[in-house]
């Protein structure tokens, strides 16, 4: 199966191998012999970009046959040898889209980056966030000691007197000398 180059890839081909001879035509506004009333279009060869590309000369002239709707891509009949076509680019246009193509490229890649970095950050704060938690589990329990249990205390009731203090009941009074109340 043949490689699929997206339309970067191959703009960016076809700059490589012709941005020299473009602006060199382009500078002159000559064409080989002739000179050229639109300096933008020079002749590319599809075959040789497709070779490079790993692909089919077809798929290349498709994609480009793509963009054909702004006069970006033309065949233009050779003289002298019927049947034989040269095929142009517009190449200021192909610069322009290829400016804009590359622009869109490394948003997608700064925005992809972002995107896995802030992912890589959740994942960290998680860890951070469930290794005590796994930690605090896997500790075996202290034991605890239960505390003594208490008696408790009951009320009982006094027993009852008639009134008079005695010796066992005596309560201090640090009024008194002797403490007894009477």
Do not use: W
């Amino acid at each position: 199966m043949p490689y699929l180059p997206t339309d970067l890839d191959i703009l960016n081909q076809i700059f490589k191998d012709y941005y020299k001879e473009a602006t060199t035509l382009i500078a002159q506004g000559k064409y080989g012999d002739e000179v050229k009333t639109v300096k933008e279009f020079i002749s590319i060869d599809i075959i040789k970009i497709a070779d490079e590309l790993g692909t089919e000369p077809a798929i290349v002239f498709s994609r480009l046959h793509k963009h054909a709707k702004v006069d970006f891509f033309r065949l233009r009949p050779v003289r002298d040898v019927p049947g034989k076509d040269h095929t142009e680019i517009n190449f200021p246009h192909m610069c322009s889209l290829l400016a804009e193509m590359r622009q869109q490229h490394e948003q997608f890649r700064s925005n992809y980056l972002t995107a896995v970095l802030s992912a890589v950050f959740a994942a960290i704060s998680a860890v951070g966030a469930i290794v005590p938690i796994i930690r605090e589990r896997s500790e075996p329990p202290a034991i605890a000691k239960p505390a003594p249990a208490q008696k408790e205390r009951q009320e009982v009731d006094p027993p009852k007197t008639d009134g008079l203090v005695t010796p066992a009941k005596k309560q201090h009074d640090p009024g008194t000398p002797t403490g007894d109340r009477r």
